[in-house]
């Protein structure tokens, strides 16, 4: 069997023990489609209503995809805990999370099955190139001072830790359990990445596209008050290990290799077998 076909076998098998999870938030406008394409590439697809008062629910109508919704506003971290739980209980081996606004690409899912091919444990993240990430000033500097912190705490170079185009494996989020309360919000996503890395969860990267919000609502992260909440977070986990030196001349000095990509694929240059 050549290793395309078993390649494509694989992601196909993969494409049914994997979840992907829509946490929504006043999206109406645009999760209907991002679910609908999310489909397409991944038969197990959840989008938790976040107590969204402009008709999520009604817009995901008649669409094959399963639909949680939280009585009040939980906030992001909140309704990806439930997510996750619920695609665990239904034997998901990992959870693939997307945002509902437009900007990632379900068509890009694939490129996260390609990695698990080689590296079925690992926590796998969705790096915008640069130039993308450019696009506002003060929220680039904001995600380079939280990468930088970041990767401190996790005693390796982290990059584009605030994306939310992600697969995480499914004993990572059975094993480390990190607070999801709606005031950790973002921070989650950053304080599990920090736990993984401690637990030695190999991460992965793949360079995925960004479109601009295409919806009517703004974003909901807050580049102040969010860094600002995962400083802290990330601070208190230092101060906790002594200021962690190593740590700091591992992202400084050392790059570490689980924190090198596999393999990087923009969307152009995907192998002609996932492209769908």
């Known amino acids: 069997m050549s290793s395309m076909l078993r390649d494509t076998l694989h992601e196909e098998r993969a494409a049914g023990l994997y979840w992907v999870v829509i946490p929504s938030y006043n999206e109406a406008a645009t999760v209907r489609e991002v679910a609908a394409r999310a489909r397409r590439q991944c038969p197990n697809v959840i989008v938790v209503d976040d107590g969204s008062v402009d008709g999520t629910v009604q817009a995901l109508a008649g669409l094959d995809v399963t639909v949680l919704r939280n009585d009040e506003n939980r906030g992001k971290a909140g309704s990806l805990m439930r997510g996750f739980d619920h695609a665990l209980a239904h034997g998901a081996v990992g959870v693939m999370t997307l945002d ?29 190139r640069q130039d993308q990430r450019q696009t506002s000033f003060w929220r680039y500097t904001a995600n380079r001072i939280a990468d930088f912190w ?31 309360g709606r005031q950790e919000s973002f ?38 008050t969010d860094i600002a909440g995962i400083i802290r977070m990330v601070a208190w986990k230092l101060v906790s290990r002594g200021l962690y030196p190593r740590g700091l001349y591992r992202i400084c000095f050392k790059r570490t290799e689980s924190a090198r990509p596999a393999h990087q694929y923009h969307r152009q240059e995907l192998p002609e077998h996932i492209h769908k």
């Open 150 to 180: 970041i990767g401190w705490a996790a005693g390796m170079p982290i990059e584009d830790s605030q994306s939310g185009f992600r697969l995480y494996p499914a004993r990572l989020l059975r094993t480390v359990r990190v607070p999801h």
């Open 187 to 224: 921070v989650y996503e950053s304080e599990i990445l920090i736990e993984a890395a401690r637990q030695g969860v190999a991460l992965k990267q793949v360079i995925v596209s960004v479109t601009p919000r295409s919806g009517p609502s703004p974003s909901h992260f807050r580049p102040l």
């Open 100 to 128: 509902a606004d437009g900007q990632h690409s379900p068509e890009e899912i694939p490129l996260f099955l390609e990695q698990t091919v080689q590296y079925p444990a690992a926590f796998i993240i969705g790096i915008r």
